[in-house]
Nanobody
Framework: QVQLVESGGGLVQAGGSLRLSCAAS????????MGWYRQAPGKQRELVAT???????NYADSVKGRFTISRDNSKNTLYLQSNSLKPEDTAVYYC??????????WGQGTQVTVSS
């Protein structure tokens, strides 16, 4: 079982930055693929970025060049550095763990609000 706890969300002006963190419990963190997803009001949850256990990353086109996903296996922590934020980035951001395309573990989410 893996428990995930996100932090770092908040209110930021357009053009600003936020760093989201996801602390994971359990000893299998390094073997899992990890990812960030988001869900805006009235929209379906969508992929933001993933990082495989080997370090390969993948990004949604909408965040390429602005967001960076990374993981620190020694700290069981996943990060999302979000720069040049736009109002359309406003959403609840979720941390997930498991396999690419089949994440079995989810956090509770952290709200990111970008004002124009």
């Amino acid at each position: 079982q893996v428990q995930l706890v996100e932090s770092g969300g908040g209110l930021v002006q357009a053009g600003g930055s936020l760093r989201l963190s996801c602390a994971a419990s359990g000893s299998i963190f390094s073997r899992l693929a990890m990812g960030w997803y988001r869900q805006a009001p009235g929209k379906q949850r969508e992929l933001v970025a993933t990082v495989a256990n080997g370090g390969t990353t993948n990004y949604a086109d909408s965040v390429k060049g602005r967001f960076t996903i990374s993981r620190d296996n020694s700290k069981n922590t996943l990060y999302l550095q979000s720069n040049s934020l736009k109002p359309e980035d406003t959403a609840v951001y979720y941390c997930a763990a498991g396999q690419i395309g089949n994440m079995g573990f989810w956090g509770q989410g952290t709200q990111v609000t970008v004002s124009s």
